[in-house]
């Protein structure tokens, strides 16, 4: 099931992606310099967020999907809890950076290739906890390790997200 779920999952967030790239094209007439200064400094704010320093409200349905999904049919379940996943629309997101990743995506006015790349690398994001929760061969000990470097996870994903959005900013704005 962890492939159909993963299935989902892509589908998902490649759709999310393919609409994200479909309303960038409403923010191309904003100068590029204003667009791509934006992300850095939304990227730094993920970063101050994610360590606790600001508290900013994120733009999500923080619940979780409901159990029940997976219980009435396993197969058709398990894709669609993968896909709502990969959506990130119906569900809690707890990091920042999938915004700033989604923020790039708005504003940058590019091709779809590196849209569909996002998407795809946020669904990789998201498949590789339970691959890496079943592969441990202990769930319990997996989610208690995990729960103790959490924050340490998300503030240093949102660090480097900041640091590879600025690189990419200075490159473009030259």
Do not use: C, K
Not at 109 to 116: E, R, T, V, Y
Not at 139 to 145: E, F, G, K, P
């Amino acid at each position: 099931m962890l492939a159909v779920f993963t299935t989902g999952l892509l589908t998902g967030a490649v759709l999310s992606a393919t609409v994200l790239w479909l309303f960038s094209g409403l923010f191309t007439p904003l100068p590029a310099g204003w667009r791509y200064g934006l992300l850095p400094a939304a990227a730094l704010l993920a970063v101050a967020r994610d360590a606790g320093l600001l508290r900013i409200r994120l733009p999500q349905n923080a619940r979780q999907i409901p159990q029940d999904v997976l219980q009435r049919h396993l197969f058709r379940g398990s894709w669609q809890f993968g896909f709502e996943l990969g959506t990130g629309v119906r569900t809690y997101v707890s990091a920042s950076l999938p915004y700033v990743l989604a923020l790039a995506v708005l504003l940058s006015g590019g091709g779809i290739w590196p849209a569909l790349l996002a998407g795809t690398g946020f669904a990789a994001g998201r498949a590789l906890t339970p691959v890496l929760r079943l592969a441990s061969g202990d769930a319990a000990d997996w989610d208690a390790r995990l729960a103790g470097r959490l924050t340490a996870l998300t503030v240093g994903a949102a660090a480097a997200g900041a640091l590879i959005l600025a690189a990419v900013a200075g490159q473009i704005l030259r």
